[in-house]
């Protein structure tokens, strides 16, 4: 069974810098892009970051610049680094990965059970 195991997080204040990372485990083929998510209270949840398994990135205006996007192919992990961060960074913020399960022909969305960021003022 796959999963996606999420760690990091936890509260900071304004201008501060969190890591947020994303292991894949379970009967896994390959995978191919990994992304973050982030939901903030009454909100939709919207695209933080994605990163291709040959390690193009792709980043929301909102997060240009402060945010950086990286993976470990081997270890099947995509991780977040969250510098000058806002109040309104604050959310949950969920990883994602697009992967083949083993057996399996077909890419399937798998996502994180989602982590609190909160950045106080």
């Known amino acids: 069974q796959v999963q996606l195991v999420e760690s990091g997080g936890g509260l900071v204040q304004a201008g501060g810098s969190l890591s947020l990372s994303c292991a894949a485990s379970?009967?896994?083929?390959?995978?191919?892009?990994m992304g973050w998510y982030r939901q903030a209270p009454g909100k939709q949840r919207e695209l933080i970051a994605t990163?291709?398994?040959?390690?193009?990135?792709n980043y929301a205006d909102s997060v240009k610049g402060r945010f950086t996007i990286s993976r470990d192919n081997g270890k099947r992990t995509v991780y977040l680094l969250m510098n000058s961060l806002k109040p309104e960074d604050t959310a949950v913020y969920y990883c994602?990965?697009?992967?083949?399960?083993?057996?399996?022909?077909?890419?399937?969305?798998?996502w994180g059970q989602g982590t609190q960021v909160t950045v106080s003022s």
């Open positions: 994602n990965a697009d992967l083949i399960p083993f057996g399996g022909v077909r890419l399937i969305s798998y």
């Open positions: 379970g009967s896994i083929l390959s995978t191919n892009i």
């Open positions: 990163i291709t398994s040959g390690g193009s990135t």
